[in-house]
């Protein structure tokens, strides 16, 4: 599967939107343990020529996935 917009070629685009948050305890030693963490967001996957062009679930999802394993 090609990572593209199917129809005109150009290059996708992902953008995460969020408004959560993340808490963490930080020990005297250093120690980083999260507490708990909230997302209110979502992920936008669109066309880099034509925001307006339809993309197939099934290229969203690759395109998603990817996004995962980076970060």
Avoid at 11 to 27: A, M, Q, S, V, Y
Avoid at 31 to 58: A, Q, R
């Amino acid at each position: 599967m090609k990572i593209e917009c199917p129809t005109c070629h150009a290059k996708l685009i992902h953008k995460r939107i969020d408004d959560g948050f993340d808490t963490h305890e930080i020990d005297r030693n250093g120690t980083v343990i999260p507490l708990g963490s909230k997302s209110n967001g979502g992920d936008e996957v669109y066309c880099s020529h034509f925001p307006s062009h339809v993309l197939p679930e099934k290229l969203v999802r690759k395109v998603l996935d990817l996004v995962a394993e980076e970060f």
